[in-house]
């Protein structure tokens, strides 16, 4: 019996593998791009990877009532987590009516309802930088493109990575947790051939400190590395 069950579910597409998640778009949420390409689908179930990953989604729900009622699309949305379970849901910040979106999505931190196997989820978040003018979104290909590479990113199998730095100066930040869970952050600069330097290559120092790192020292570096271009 458990084979007929089994080989109908690969025929529904319904298998996924054990080391990957579903992620799933609640009812107006859009999911753009899963780890720098375009999604199969905007509104469908989908496989990933476990791991680090990074989602573009943005909201379009109607909002109102009556003859009042219209769809409300909110800006891209550039959403870091670290996926380790089996399903993870992605909902919209809580918006009844028009006004109400408009004011969730003004502060530039909406509050999206993301869980993982019924918890939630922690996750980063940017709002996507557009073009100036008419049709901010336009191409959206590139935009994407642009931001991974002012933030130094990558994708790997395993998702989200750091990209390759300089060999020829490299700039380490080793983050060090300090009382009352705040941290500061020293830069030391490490050059070729430098005496002293420590095992492993500097790339394996950026992710492996970048992994440990919390949201907070996450987003710090982020913008410490846009400063070096």
Do not use: C
């Not at 899963?34 to 989604?57: F, H, M, P, Y």
């Not at 947790?177 to 430098?194: F, H, I, L, Q």
């Not at 005496?195 to 949201?215: D, F, M, R």
């Amino acid at each position: 019996m458990k084979q007929y069950v089994v080989a109908a579910l690969m025929s529904a597409g319904l298998v996924f593998s054990a080391s990957a998640a579903v992620l799933v778009p609640m009812k107006g949420v859009s999911l753009l791009y899963i780890n720098g390409q375009e999604a199969d689908s905007k509104i469908k179930s989908t496989e990933v990877a476990n791991g680090r990953s990074q989602l573009v989604i943005q909201m379009d729900k109607k909002v109102g009532s009556g003859s009042s009622q219209s769809v409300y699309t909110s800006a891209p949305y550039v959403i870091t987590l670290n996926i380790t379970g089996n399903e993870v849901k992605i909902n919209h910040p809580v918006a009844r009516s028009k006004s109400e979106a408009e004011a969730v999505f003004r502060t530039g931190n909406p509050d999206w309802r993301i869980t993982q196997d019924g918890k939630s989820l922690a996750y980063e978040q940017e709002k996507l930088k557009g073009k100036d003018g008419f049709l901010p979104y336009a191409g959206m290909d590139e935009l994407v493109a642009q931001h991974n590479k002012t933030r130094g990113l990558s994708f790997g199998a395993s998702g989200l990575e750091v990209a390759a730095a300089s060999t020829a100066a490299v700039a380490t930040t080793a983050v060090v947790a300090s009382s009352g869970n705040k941290a500061k952050v020293k830069k030391t600069e490490n050059k070729k051939g430098a005496a002293g330097q420590s095992n492993g290559t500097p790339v394996e120092h950026l992710k492996k400190w970048y992994l440990k790192a919390s949201s907070a020292e996450r987003k710090e570096f982020r913008k410490w590395m846009i400063d070096q271009e």
